[in-house]
């Protein structure tokens, strides 16, 4: 049994070999019942895919992988040859997707392709540039570390993240802050701040800054000021992906305690609140830019506390007046900035400012009254409005030129227009330590308002090199302010009464021959008595009473002036030895309206680590030092009053009590004619610039000790001095010696004279 099933089985395989050696040597092709057992194994005749890859420029792409397909995921690939032509054959009909790839580029949308058999179907390809997108994430490990670097001086502090999240945000509160921080300036003009490398700029919204460094490389040539008390803040750019926040804060005085000089019977708090709100959102512009938006709104209801005394309803007594007055203010702050990748190595910067910043009522407290009546008498307010818009607009394009070189260029412009109007436009009244009321000064016939447009501009252009040991950078800055001012302050006048000796009056106001000393108010409640009665000025003169003194201003309020300053310098850091840096810098700087253009100011500084052993490991003790010149500038203040109190004949005239013309009524509300001032004027006065004046030096020099402490805690102690020579001063060259009546000795007690050839330019 067992040897016929081996035998059949031996015999069907037999015949299956003999079956399978003979098909290929038939003589003719199978019938179609023989090609397959079903429909599904018969062969079928497919379509053809030929086409080409081109880059966007229409240049051919060889060597591109080429994919087909279908949904089922059946695939089929090829590559491009030298023409970037590409043939697929033997494809099933059907639809299909048509894909290529290569290094660096990638395919324009998807290209889908129908394929009929026994035809033949164009299948293009375009590919594009593909875009390489890096993310670097750096981590500043060098904070509370001692460091031979001359930016890490110990002293240095670095703001960022959650310490600004620990600033105030008000902005004025927060730049005390950074004030305190940085500690105080080594030299004249106090803390410098810088934003976005600019000088002299307003603090843009907390939420808005990306960092700030504070006492950093203060010997650098970079910076005109010693940097101890430097503060430089840096804004943030946009993103690549869309971000946005808002917020709110608000105080209210229910929270306040009371107010010590608000103690009557009676006496409420005063209301007060603030309230502070905005956001911001940023995100990309398409491929190539993105953008950062800040917007900020302000509104504060404060209030003047008034601490005044003031004359009863008859002005035969006094009495504490204590009150508070509504100072709202108003600010609005909106900055928008704009990235954009120029191309590989250059990038531009866009940011505008807008900030509008208006006090709707200010300069009542203290001393200075509020709109008051009291009995049948009237007293101004000594109130003004103060408004201020500022437009400004920052560029910064960066260059990288090669890999050890980059250049950047910053520009800005300011655009800043402030004007006062006061509430009345009567003379002032001011009793001296009592109360103070009538105009502010800021209005007057003609001139309804102060007003001053002032246009700053400033262009940097720096290079940074680095070859070997050396970091070398290079550049200048240009700055430039005109100013167009218009002050017609105080030409209504004051009444000013001082106190003094007076005769002692009896019943019914009559002299009894003897003097006494009076206070202001004491002197001004008798002097309204005295009008009551009919006396006149010139009697009440006589008798010690009436104003002390009558001060006006007159003269052209309108001037218009302008400054220029240029400062080049050059910077090399040094790394002498892996534990010793060596930094030496050379400024120089002119500015317009002094004589004085040969300011040059040298700078050096080390940075030596005695502790490191050939650079290894971090250093532990830094010893590090310095020493330069810098210059203090003549402000553009001191250029405007001497054109205003020179060639303009802007003046101050004080006419004395008891000087002929000295007439006034009860209300102090009428001013005294002009042209008498000026006849009888005892005193009159002239502002001039020294011609031969040189810019004040500073040489100053810093040493200083730091150890690292623990991993965390740095230990800094620093020796500053400072020495100056041709330091500003205000001399009055006619002051009389003590012995009345007497000048200084000699032929002639003016100012030295303007520059002939500039005769409106001191």
Not at 100 to 114: C, D, P, R
Not at 351 to 369: A, C, H, K, M, Q
Not at 464 to 485: C, E
Not at 522 to 547: D, F, K, M, N
């Amino acid at each position: 049994m067992r040897f016929n099933t081996l035998s059949v089985f031996f015999a069907a395989l037999l015949w299956a070999g003999t079956s399978t050696a003979q098909t290929p040597a038939a003589s003719k092709p199978p019938s179609p019942a023989q090609s397959a057992p079903s429909r599904a194994g018969r062969p079928t005749t497919g379509g053809t895919i030929t086409g080409t890859v081109k880059d966007d420029t229409g240049g051919v792409i060889p060597g591109a992988d080429v994919t087909l397909a279908n949904e089922s995921g059946t695939v089929q690939t090829t590559k491009t040859g030298p023409t970037g032509n590409y043939t697929l054959r033997g494809v099933a009909p059907g639809t299909y997707t048509l894909s290529a790839s290569y290094s660096g580029l990638q395919q324009q949308g998807i290209t889908a392709i129908t394929v009929t058999a026994a035809q033949t179907a164009t299948g293009n390809i375009t590919m594009t540039v593909q875009t390489q997108r890096q993310e670097v994430t750096v981590t500043d490990t060098t904070t509370n570390v001692v460091s031979t670097d001359p930016s890490s001086n110990a002293s240095a502090l670095v703001l960022k993240q959650e310490d600004l999240d620990a600033l105030p945000d008000d902005p004025d509160d927060m730049e005390a802050d950074l004030q305190a921080l940085a500690g105080p300036s080594a030299g004249p003009g106090g803390n410098q701040i810088y934003i976005d490398g600019f000088s002299g700029g307003r603090l843009p919204p907390k939420e808005s800054i990306r960092e700030i460094r504070i006492n950093s490389n203060p010997f650098s040539a970079e910076f005109d000021k010693l940097g101890y008390g430097r503060i430089q803040i840096f804004t943030k750019p946009g993103s690549d992906k869309f971000h946005g926040q808002g917020y709110y804060n608000i105080s209210d005085g229910i929270w306040n305690s009371r107010n010590p000089f608000l103690v009557q019977p009676g006496a409420s708090d005063p209301p007060f609140r603030t309230q502070l709100f905005g956001g911001n959102v940023s995100g990309p512009l398409g491929k190539h830019a993105s953008f950062f938006i800040d917007t900020e709104r302000r509104q504060i209801d404060d209030n003047g506390i008034i601490t005044a005394t003031v004359p009863s309803a008859d002005f035969l007594s006094s009495a504490p007046f204590q009150s508070y007055y509504s100072t709202p203010q108003r600010r609005t702050t909106v900055s928008p900035r704009v990235d954009y990748q120029l191309g590989t190595n250059n990038t531009l910067s866009v940011r505008y400012s807008y900030l509008e910043n208006d006090r709707l009522v200010t300069g009542i407290s203290g001393f200075n009254l509020p709109p008051l009546t009291i009995g049948g008498t009237s007293f101004p307010g000594t109130g003004y409005s103060a408004s201020s818009t500022e437009h400004t607009v920052q560029i910064v394009e960066t260059s990288v030129l090669n890999a050890k070189a980059v250049n950047e260029t910053h520009f800005i412009f300011d655009d800043t227009t402030t004007g006062d109007t006061s509430q009345s436009t009567a003379p002032a009244l001011n009793v001296a330590q009592s109360f103070v009321s009538g105009g502010s000064g800021y209005s007057a016939a003609g001139y309804p308002n102060t007003h001053d447009l002032e246009h700053y501009y400033e262009l940097q252009n720096y290079t940074s090199i680095t070859w070997g040991p050396h970091t070398t950078k290079f550049g200048l800055r240009v700055r430039a302010t005109t100013d167009d001012n218009t002050t017609p302050k105080n030409f209504n006048g004051i009444y000013s009464f001082l106190g003094g000796t007076a005769q002692i009056l009896g019943a019914g106001l009559i002299p009894t021959g003897q003097t006494t000393t009076i206070t202001s108010i004491q002197q001004y409640l008798t002097t309204e008595q005295l009008l009551a009665v009919g006396r006149t000025p010139a009697q009440i003169s006589a008798l010690g009473y009436g104003p002390s003194k009558y001060t006006v201003n007159a003269g052209n309020p309108y001037l218009a002036a302008d400054q220029e300053d240029f400062g080049p310098f050059v910077q090399d850091d040094w790394r002498v030895k892996p534990n010793f840096t060596l930094s030496l810098g050379l400024r120089w700087e002119y500015q317009t309206n002094i004589s004085d253009h040969t300011d040059w100011a040298p700078r050096f500084g080390f940075a030596w680590s005695p502790g490191s052993k050939g650079g290894s490991g971090r250093p532990k003790t830094v010893i590090r030092g310095g020493w330069g010149m810098f210059y203090d500038r003549l402000t553009l203040l001191n250029v405007e009053n001497a054109l205003r109190y020179g060639a303009n004949g802007y003046q101050t005239y004080t006419l004395n009590a008891g000087a002929p013309g000295f007439t006034y009524n009860a209300a102090f509300d009428t001013p005294i004619n002009l042209q008498t001032v000026q006849a009888v004027s005892s005193s009159a006065q002239r502002y001039q610039i020294d011609s031969h004046m040189q810019a004040p030096r500073l040489m100053q020099t810093a040493v200083g000790l730091e150890r690292q402490v623990l991993s965390h805690t740095t230990l800094s102690l620093n020796f500053l001095n400072s020495r100056a020579t041709h330091e500003f001063r205000t001399v009055d060259i006619n002051a009389p010696f003590a012995i009345p009546g007497q000048l200084p000795p000699g032929a002639s007690h003016n100012a030295p004279p303007c520059d002939p050839a500039n005769p409106n330019r001191p």
